[in-house]
């Protein structure tokens, strides 16, 4: 089984950028659709933004759209969201998830769902505060 780990969270101030990583241990994480969860109030864990093996298929919630843009680095075998704007909202453990293969249509029935996915990380603290 592939293995995630995350890294690049940390505190920073309201306004701020921060760019979380999700790495695949297996160097394939060009094959895996990509999912980022974050507790949302009420549930263990909400979908903040997808992306699939395709890379055609991406998505933000409406709590992230304009302000978080995923990205995919093979050469790094990372993906990533760029997170600018940050609001203390924000502030939560972030999780990264992959399942192997799912392409556009995939995503656009099952991208958002947490059990669609097969392999977590163990995530990454994000706080954000003055």
Sequence with gaps: QVQLVESGGGLVQPGGSLR????????????YAIGWFRPAPGKEREVFSYISSDDEGTYYAESVKGRFTISRDNAKNT????????????TAVYYCAAVWARDLNWAFLFGSTWSSYDYWGQGTQVTVSS
């Design 20 to 31: 979380p990583s999700c790495f695949a241990s297996d160097s394939t994480i060009a094959y």
């Design 79 to 90: 993906v990533y969201p760029q997170m600018n704007s940050l609001k203390p909202d924000d």
